[in-house]
């Protein structure tokens, strides 16, 4: 995995920081990379943006999944 270097962290938040994971049971770091996890995830509309591109690209879905689980699950593979 990637390592990020911060430099000039000004020491007030730091503080917070640290205290904020020590608070959760938590190292700094992995405090850290939550919030930057949280701060940098995709919103929903870009979620839903990337879904509806993939259907686009794939299709219409043909076939009767129904009847496909119930194969399955009967273990009757080949019908």
């Not at 990637?2 to 000039?8: A, E, N, S």
């Not at 962290?9 to 938590?26: L, S, T």
């Not at 995709?42 to 979620?47: D, F, G, M, N, V």
């Amino acid at each position: 995995m990637p390592d990020l270097l911060v430099r000039d962290i000004d020491p007030e938040v730091y503080e917070r920081m640290r205290k904020a994971a020590e608070r959760q049971g938590k190292s700094l770091a992995q405090a850290a990379r939550e919030a930057l996890a949280e701060r940098f995830k995709p919103s929903r509309e870009k979620i839903w943006a990337e879904i509806d591109a993939f259907r686009e690209r794939i299709g219409p879905v043909e076939g009767n999944s129904v009847e496909i689980i119930r194969r399955v699950r009967d273990g009757r593979t080949r019908d």
